[in-house]
Nanobody
Framework: QVQFVESGGGLVQPGGSLTLSCAAS????????MTWLRQAPGKQRELVVGFTTTGRVRYAESVKGRFTISRDDVKNTVTLQMNSLKSEDTAVYYC????????WGQGTQVTVSA
C-alpha cells in the first residue's frame, strides 16, 4: 500500500524557513521522480518542485532560489527546505510521485504570516 506522511509544517513569519519531510511507504523513493505540490485555499494544487525522470530538478518560478528538494534513500523520505518564505507560500503541502494521482497523504499546513 502506497502511503505518504507529510510533516514539518507550521506558522512562520515572512522571511523565515521551514523544513518539510515526507515519509513514503509501499515503494522506494529512489525508484520514482518525487515531487512536492501545494494547494492554497481556493486554488488548484500546483507543482512546487520535483525530480524529473532524468534526475534533474524542476522548480515553480515562484520558488526558484528559495526552495530545495532532497531525498534520503535509506530513510525513504523526501525533504523540502523552504527559505525566505512569503505570504503567498501559505498552502497545504503534499508529496507524491510525479504525475501520480491515486494516493495522497494528509498534507502539512504551512502558514506564512506576521
Amino acid at each position: 500500500q502506497v502511503q505518504f506522511v507529510e510533516s514539518g509544517g507550521g506558522l512562520v513569519q515572512p522571511g523565515g524557513s521551514l523544513t518539510l519531510s515526507c515519509a513514503a511507504s509501499g515503494f522506494r523513493v529512489s525508484a520514482f521522480p518525487m515531487t512536492w505540490l501545494r494547494q492554497a485555499p481556493g486554488k488548484q494544487r500546483e507543482l512546487v518542485v520535483g525530480f524529473t525522470t532524468t534526475g534533474r530538478v524542476r522548480y515553480a518560478e515562484s520558488v526558484k532560489g528559495r526552495f530545495t528538494i532532497s531525498r534520503d534513500d535509506v530513510k525513504n523520505t523526501v525533504t523540502l527546505q523552504m527559505n525566505s518564505l512569503k505570504s503567498e507560500d501559505t498552502a497545504v503541502y503534499y508529496c507524491n510521485i510525479a504525475g501520480a494521482d491515486r494516493y495522497w497523504g494528509q498534507g502539512t499546513q504551512v502558514t506564512v504570516s506576521a
